[in-house]
């Protein structure tokens, strides 16, 4: 009769288990058998890793850490930013990641979970990133330098020292991801003209409309760079965020004469006023994603997106009012976009408007569309 017993299964099976498991239950289903212990020990489970620090006995970490850290290829970290022994743990996580004997990290990805505390600025958690980012120490072997990174859920203002040691030390970054969720963006365009000049080979770009200028879009455009792929812009508040510049078609022209496969998504927050949006939709932009995020009548936006982007648009967000113009203009625009696969509209909406939309789109994979009035938050329904 076949042994069953837990001792056969196979290691890249326990390993699989044991990568889903939080860092203090890691540790005891590693005690459990020598097979279990073979697994825990493998540098295949230490590859790609997800930190939690949501309490005290996350502080197992930076022991893995310690013994680990060389064969990390990814760390996603997730703090729980409410409680300062999680934020503290985080930076001496990633103080030590900084200092490790020989280097692997490929991705680095950064969340806040929980309420961001009151008047907590970050400081510390940014100079962390940033010694990480800077020049490794004289006796690290560096085997790989830095291709993903996304800081994009931290409520916190990053500024140019972070980012100008990321771009000189790490030339092979693909994926950059800046879009904090902080109201106040301090990185200049100087700084990201010189991490895209640096870093040739970034396909994926996710900053905030104040870092961007005519000189940025000029060196994205740039023949000798490897083709961008995905530009994300998110605007948010007024004068203080440059809103006194606006892009012009010819810069767009220019970008995606060169980038033929680029995509753009537009994210208009809360803050963004209502009146600085038509100036910056141009017609030439390959616009795939626009989440607009304030509560303003926004037919003439639908409208807009039916006569220009109709082609390339894929996901559609809209915070507006319900009118049975816009109920037309939706349709409209859901008949012309054969590419879209997600509509979201936070406002009630006709109910034979929402069946009509489904009978037309069929492949629609997530919805937001009401036809009664409920209480929110509404959330998105896979379809």
Known sequence: MEDKSWEN??????IHILSYLPVHHRHNAGAACRSWNRAFNSPLLWRHVRATFH????VRWLGCLQ???THFRTVHIDCNQED???RRI???FINELARLPERRLKRFIVVFSGMNPYFYAGQEMHEAIEDLFGPPPTKCNVISTLEHVDLGKLSIAYSDKLFLPLAENNPNLRFLNIQNASLVCKVSSDCL???I???TKLVDLRVHYYSLSEEVLTALADKERTPLQHLSVCCQKDDKMGFAKVWESEFWKALTEHNRALRVSLIFGDYCPTLRIPKLLKPEIPVSVLRVENWHPLLYLVRFCCEHYYRTIEVLVLHTHTSPQLDQSLLELVTKSPRLRELHVYCVLAKDTVSEILKIRPGLQRITLKSEKEPFPWEPEEL
């Not at 299964?9 to 326990?14: A, L, M, N």
């Not at 309490?55 to 996350?58: L, P």
């Open 193 to 195: 003209l010189k991490i």
């Open 197 to 199: 000049t640096t870093c």
């Open 9 to 14: 299964i196979t290691d890249h099976i326990i």
């Open 55 to 58: 309490s005290e006995k996350d």
């Open 67 to 69: 013994r680990y850290g």
């Open 90 to 92: 985080t930076c001496d």
């Open 84 to 86: 300062v022994v999680n």
